[in-house]
């Protein structure tokens, strides 16, 4: 099973500032690798996919990269409804599995 | 527009069994991939249980913890999705949801149902 470890577990931020939240899988998962945010009492949103793309309606503020095994989520510029909790997930090898998540706080 | 609806959570003893539905609507079951993907309290994301398409052969596929006590399926002529749990236990105690897989990334969820296993 394909482990996906995500770093730092909590950032601690301000409105304005860029966030930068990692996501690194135990092998190798080719760009196999999606972002969901997840807010209190809501079902998880679909961010990016194949590493870099955006999805439908996502901000262009929300970028990701990395291939391999080492994967980046970037939020340019922190608007005060980014506060939340990010998962990345890969599909390159059964079982697809998700990382712990990364809580995005309030500074 | 897409809606998943899921039903049939609740409070089980462990050893016991239930049978959750998500009725889906703006989707058909049948042409989709569906996945069932729960969340215990407080905890992350753990992927239980997948359901291919007709047209991709109706495979299931099951987490490990899972194999031999979950079962997915589909009523077609309801459209809905179903997963029957038996012999439950503490561990699965979480938060069901009920996701459509487009082979590359879930995008539509459900709000999920309750399934909390306690004596």
């Known amino acids: 099973e394909i482990v996906l470890t995500q770093s730092p577990d909590t950032l601690s931020l301000s409105p304005g500032e860029r966030a930068t939240l990692s996501c690194r899988a135990s092998?190798?998962?080719?760009?196999?690798l999606a972002w969901y945010q997840q807010k209190p009492g809501q079902a998880p949103r679909l961010l990016i996919y194949?590493?870099?793309n955006r999805a439908s309606g996502i901000p262009a503020r929300f970028s990701g990269s990395g291939s391999g095994t080492d994967f980046t989520l970037t939020i340019s510029s922190l608007e005060p409804e980014d506060f939340a909790v990010y998962y990345c997930?890969?599909?390159?090898?059964?079982?697809?599995?998700f990382g712990q998540g990364t809580k995005l706080e309030i500074k | 527009e897409v809606q998943l609806m899921e039903s049939g959570g609740g409070l089980i003893q462990p050893g016991g069994s239930l049978r959750l539905s998500c009725a889906a609507s703006g989707l058909t079951v049948s042409g989709n991939y569906m996945s069932w993907v729960r969340q215990a309290p407080g905890k992350g994301l753990e992927w239980v249980s997948m359901i291919y398409s007709s047209a991709g052969g109706g495979e299931t596929h099951y987490t490990d913890s899972v194999k031999g006590r979950f079962t997915i399926s589909r009523d077609n002529s309801e459209n809905t999705l179903f997963l029957q749990m038996n012999s439950l236990r503490a561990e699965d105690t979480a938060l069901y949801y009920c996701?459509?897989?487009?082979?590359?990334?879930?995008?539509?969820w459900g709000q999920g149902t309750l399934v909390t296993v306690s004596s």
């Open positions: 092998q190798s998962i080719s760009v196999y």
């Open positions: 194949d590493a870099s």
């Open positions: 996701v459509r897989w487009t082979e590359r990334y879930y995008d539509y």
């Open positions: 997930q890969q599909r390159n090898y059964w079982p697809q599995t």
